[in-house]
């Protein structure tokens, strides 16, 4: 398979790109250029089936390069994983009535205007047949509303929308918004279920075909494949 993944410099990510280029297939993974990325860069020495290459995803000319150096390098592709995210530290503290509001256009910027942009620049690039997977959350539901990470869960509702209405947009390939489940990086440490591990056996199993999500489960789903509660 080829697969382009976004948002590589650590955490799931930089686990999914390094798991699918061990497993033989041709791996895209951009990396926040301004943040660390050692890790990226010393991991594509190490497999000659990952291309790594800096790209912000809140950068539409980021993007769209990437777009046009991987369709060079070999055309359509069969997966695309966009999972760059953040969450602010401040929203770890603060309640929404004390948001601060850089953090909250900051987390609007990367998680659903980079999502965005994602899409925009390749949506042409999947092959039918396909998979176009943008990580989401389970912190994005309308109706499973808690207090917690309020800016974070806002741009996650957000990104989810962004998701739904891809989805009826574009409909030669598969389309899913997923919760990846909490996971132990930096960003879930807090609240952590699951090793990130854990979460990339089973999207891969996902991204190629070889778990079959039931139509009725619907755009919104977990990292098993199962139905999230919109
Ligand atoms: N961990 C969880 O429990 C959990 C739960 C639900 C959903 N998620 C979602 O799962 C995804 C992966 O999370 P994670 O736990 O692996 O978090 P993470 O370790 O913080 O990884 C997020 C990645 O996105 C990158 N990034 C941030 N801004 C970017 C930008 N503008 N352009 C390109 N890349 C950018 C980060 O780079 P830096 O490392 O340099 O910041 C990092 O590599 C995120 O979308 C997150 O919202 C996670």
Known sequence: MRVFITGANRGFALLLSLYMAEKGHRVYACYHPSLPHEETTNAAAKF??????????????????????????????????????????????????????????????????????????????????GIFITITSEGGSMTNVGTRYPAYSVSKSAENKLVAVFAKTVSDYKIYAVHPGRMNTVMGRNDAQIEPLVSVENMYRIITGEKTVPPENGWFINYLGEAMEI
């Open 48 to 129: 000659s089936g990952l291309k790594v290459f800096p790209a912000d995803v809140t950068r539409e000319e980021d993007i769209a390069g990437a777009a046009k150096t991987i369709l060079n390098d070999g055309g359509k592709l069969d997966a695309v994983v966009s999972v760059a995210g953040i969450l602010a530290d401040s929203d770890r503290e603060l309640p929404i009535t004390e948001v601060n509001v850089a953090d909250l256009r900051l987390a609007l910027d990367v998680n659903v205007t980079g999502a965005a942009i994602v899409i925009k620049h390749f949506h042409n690039a999947v092959k039918p047949g």
